[in-house]
């Protein structure tokens, strides 16, 4: 909860503490078969939560290690279930870093994985994420079968089908990767009529929230409605004041790259900007650049 709302940097010490000083004498304990896979698998999710925190602080080398170790307990406690999306969260790391052929190749294989035990929510996911990469890829066609699949698999889903890890993926979630494929494809009125429905406004998922704005706003950019994108840009920032995210930043600097010269001349730029440059992460994203190799 803390993570949505807040972003990665906001918790992300105080859980790694808690994985250091509570959770490693546990698994050193004791304990039966049984109890130790659950407490594995259980341990897994905590990894896995530490390497998308340290990924959304920027800090993508440290979050790859996450992911590995949370990997690993997912194979002493058997849950291939958990270990595809694990491989499904690395598959989102590589793609924003810009690994894209990797990306694809890491949701194929947590998609293939778990084989005939996945549920609908976990297929759809691991679609989703197929299908971002490709998008940046260029690859319309493998894109929008993916996407397909994505959206035929979250219509199947049940209340009591899926994991409690998965169950944030839902509706809102799908629509938002639709939204970031069709930008990235260059099919901005799809962005915009399939991102409109990606925004939860319930104020626990403000980072998600912010993600699906700015998208929509570079969305608008892309259509010549300068104007709307700007305002709807400004709502984005808005919602990025209390979050401690690195991917937060990118998406500021990615919109500002999206900024042609020629938008820069009118009127609502400048408009836009005035009020921008009061906003903190505006100011973090034409400061230092981001290193995305982490450290």
Same mark, same amino acid.
């Given at each position: 909860?803390?993570?949505?709302?807040?972003?990665?940097?906001?918790?992300?010490?105080?859980?790694?503490?808690? #994985?250091?000083?509570?959770?490693?004498?546990?698994?050193?304990?004791?304990?039966? @078969?049984?109890?130790?896979?659950?407490?594995?698998?259980?341990?897994?999710?905590?990894?896995?939560?530490?390497?998308?925190?340290?990924?959304?602080?920027? #800090?993508?080398?440290?979050?790859?290690?996450?992911?590995?170790?949370?990997?690993?307990?997912?194979?002493?406690?058997? @849950?291939?279930?958990?270990?595809?999306?694990?491989?499904?969260?690395?598959?989102?790391?590589?793609?924003?870093?810009?690994?894209?052929?990797?990306?694809?190749?890491?949701?194929?294989?947590?998609?293939?994985?778990?084989?005939?035990?996945?549920?609908?929510? #976990?297929?759809a996911q691991f679609r989703a994420m197929e299908a971002r990469a490709l998008a940046r890829l260029g690859d319309e066609r493998g894109c929008d079968l993916a996407l397909s699949e994505?959206?035929? &698999?979250?219509s199947r889903r049940t209340v009591d089908s899926d994991p409690a890890y998965i169950a944030y993926f839902d509706e809102v979630e799908l629509a938002a990767e639709f939204g970031h /494929?069709?930008?990235?494809?260059?099919?901005?009125?799809?962005?915009?009529?399939?991102?409109?429905?990606?925004?939860?406004?319930?104020?626990?998922?403000?980072?998600? @929230?912010?993600?699906?704005?700015?998208?929509?706003?570079?969305?608008?950019?892309?259509?010549?409605?300068?104007?709307?994108?700007?305002?709807?840009?400004?709502?984005?920032? &808005?919602?990025?004041?209390?979050?401690?995210?690195?991917?937060? $930043?990118?998406? $500021?600097?990615?919109?500002?790259?999206?900024?042609?010269?020629?938008?820069?001349?009118?009127?609502?730029?400048?408009?836009?900007?005035?009020?921008? /440059?009061?906003?903190?992460?505006?100011?973090?994203?034409?400061?230092?650049?981001?290193?995305?190799?982490?450290?």
């Amino acid at each position: 909860m803390l993570d949505a709302k807040f972003g990665g940097g906001h918790a992300r010490r105080a859980l790694i503490q808690y #994985l250091h000083t509570d959770v490693r004498p546990m698994l050193d304990g004791k304990y039966s @078969d049984a109890v130790g896979r659950e407490l594995h698998s259980a341990v897994a999710e905590a990894l896995l939560l530490a390497g998308w925190m340290s990924y959304d602080s920027g #800090l993508h080398g440290i979050a790859q290690r996450y992911f590995i170790q949370a990997l690993r307990m997912t194979q002493a406690a058997g @849950d291939r279930l958990l270990g595809g999306s694990i491989l499904s969260a690395m598959s989102h790391q590589a793609t924003f870093v810009g690994r894209y052929r990797e990306a694809a190749t890491l949701a194929r294989a947590a998609f293939t994985g778990p084989a005939g035990s996945l549920t609908p929510t #976990l297929a759809a996911q691991f679609r989703a994420m197929e299908a971002r990469a490709l998008a940046r890829l260029g690859d319309e066609r493998g894109c929008d079968l993916a996407l397909s699949e994505a959206e035929r &698999q979250l219509s199947r889903r049940t209340v009591d089908s899926d994991p409690a890890y998965i169950a944030y993926f839902d509706e809102v979630e799908l629509a938002a990767e639709f939204g970031h /494929c069709f930008r990235d494809l260059g099919r901005s009125v799809q962005a915009t009529e399939r991102g409109a429905g990606s925004i939860f406004g319930d104020g626990l998922n403000n980072r998600s @929230d912010f993600f699906a704005t700015m998208v929509l706003a570079e969305s608008y950019l892309g259509q010549g409605e300068i104007g709307r994108g700007f305002e709807i840009a400004l709502n984005a920032l &808005q919602l990025g004041e209390g979050l401690k995210s690195a991917r937060c $930043v990118q998406y $500021v600097r990615e919109l500002q790259e999206r900024v042609m010269p020629g938008m820069k001349k009118a009127v609502e730029f400048r408009n836009f900007s005035e009020h921008a /440059c009061g906003f903190r992460l505006w100011k973090e994203a034409v400061g230092d650049k981001i290193d995305l190799n982490g450290s």
